[in-house]
C-alpha cells in the first residue's frame, strides 16, 4: 500500500532526503507522496524510511493504492529496471 501525507505536516522537509525513490514532493498547503513511486521501501528497506522521522500521525497507508508486498516489489523493480 502506498503511503500518503495528511494534513497534519508541518513541512519540516525531513521526509523528502529519506524517500529512496523520490515520491514525496512540496505540495501546495503540504508534502505529498506519489502513489505511482511509493513502494514504502520494499526493495530498499525493510521499513519506510520517512514514517520515523516525520510526526507520526502526519504520514498514514493511502486508502486509494492498496498493494500487496509482492505488488510493491513489482513496483520498485520497474522503477528500477
Request: with cysteine.
Amino acid at each position: 500500500m502506498a503511503l500518503m501525507i495528511n494534513e497534519e505536516c508541518t513541512l519540516c522537509d525531513a521526509c523528502v532526503l529519506e524517500c529512496p525513490n523520490e515520491a514525496i514532493s512540496e505540495g501546495d498547503d503540504i508534502y505529498t507522496i506519489d502513489a505511482l513511486r511509493c513502494t514504502e521501501c520494499v526493495g530498499h528497506f525493510d521499513e519506510p524510511q520517512c514514517k520515523p522521522v516525520c510526526d507520526p500521525d502526519c504520514i498514514v497507508p493511502n486508502p486509494d493504492f492498496v498493494e500487496s508486498p509482492e505488488e510493491l516489489r513489482q513496483k520498485y523493480e520497474m522503477l528500477t529496471a
